[in-house]
């Protein structure tokens, strides 16, 4: 019989080798819950138990761990998902359960790298078609209609599943799954005669070929950098966020 509850919210790689990991080593002792938000059809699932879909604000999130019986809440959603975290935040807070937060390094600009930083979508598609003639857009597929009013820069959208409603009728979409390989991602550059990329910042290595890619072939990168999130109890690896939850529980 299990004896403590840890609820995580997933929806990243990194949340996903973190539930695996505590349900292959104390599956006996811990239940493990992962939340997701259900905008992927066929998301890659962890062991242990999923939910999906919100909550219906940090009040919402809170009644859920009071009634799960919560006994540690893991926050390792995507550095860009800044509303769930901060709802995270209110909802540990006034459930009374600890948090703790699994945010990854973010990637810093090397030699060779050519980043202009904005803090926002938006600033980064006003910045466009100052820059390039063909766009690579890998920011995923929430905000792409900050990009609608672009006309004169050819625009392709990698994502990793085909979206029922693309808001920008002349963009190509491309699609693609990381982890990606460097050699790959100069080919599709080269490919496609890509001169500016944009991203989001988030760190680890399943995507961070493109940056070495746009690094070798001179590319210009709008970097749109992260969100503030709130204070936090914070590690920075998925066997950092192990440790600690095991020796919150243990
Ligand atoms: P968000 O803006 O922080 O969250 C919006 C709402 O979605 C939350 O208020 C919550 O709804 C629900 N939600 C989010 N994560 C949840 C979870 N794990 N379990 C249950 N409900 C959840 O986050 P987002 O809309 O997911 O994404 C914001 C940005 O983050 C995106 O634009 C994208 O760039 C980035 N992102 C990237 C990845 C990735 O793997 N590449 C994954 C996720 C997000 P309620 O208020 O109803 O509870």
């Known amino acids: 019989m299990t004896d403590k509850t840890v609820v995580i919210l997933g929806g990243t790689a990194d949340a996903r080798k973190l539930a695996d990991s505590l349900v292959e080593s104390r599956g006996d002792r811990i239940r493990v819950i992962t939340s997701l938000a259900g905008r992927t059809k066929n998301p890659k699932l962890p062991k242990g138990e999923i939910r999906d879909g919100g909550f ?9 761990l009071s009634e799960t019986g919560c006994d540690l809440l893991i926050d390792a959603t995507h550095p860009y998902a800044a509303q769930i975290s901060r709802h995270a935040a209110e909802a540990a807070k006034a459930a009374n359960v600890p948090r703790l937060l699994l945010n990854r390094p973010a990637w810093e600009e090397q030699d060779g790298d050519n980043w202009t930083h904005v803090p926002d979508i938006q600033s980064a598609a006003d910045r ?3 820059y390039s003639q063909a766009c690579l857009i890998t920011t995923g597929v929430n905000d792409l209609a900050a990009f609608a009013g672009i006309v004169t820069t050819k625009m ?7 979206p029922e409603n693309l808001p920008l009728d002349h963009a190509e979409i491309v699609i693609g799954s990381p982890p990606y390989k460097t050699g790959d991602e100069i080919a599709l550059m080269q490919m496609l005669g890509i001169d500016l990329m944009i991203t989001k910042n988030a760190g680890g290595t399943g995507t961070y070929a493109k940056i070495e890619a746009a690094r070798t072939l001179g590319i210009d990168v709008i970097m749109i950098d992260r969100p503030a999130l709130p204070e936090s109890d914070t590690v920075d690896s ?7 939850t095991l020796e919150n529980l243990d």
């Open 56 to 64: 219906g604000g940090a009040e919402g999130l809170a009644t859920y």
């Open 128 to 130: 466009i078609t100052r």
């Open 238 to 244: 998925v066997e950092g966020a192990l440790a600690r």
């Open 156 to 162: 392709f959208v990698r994502l990793i599943e085909k």
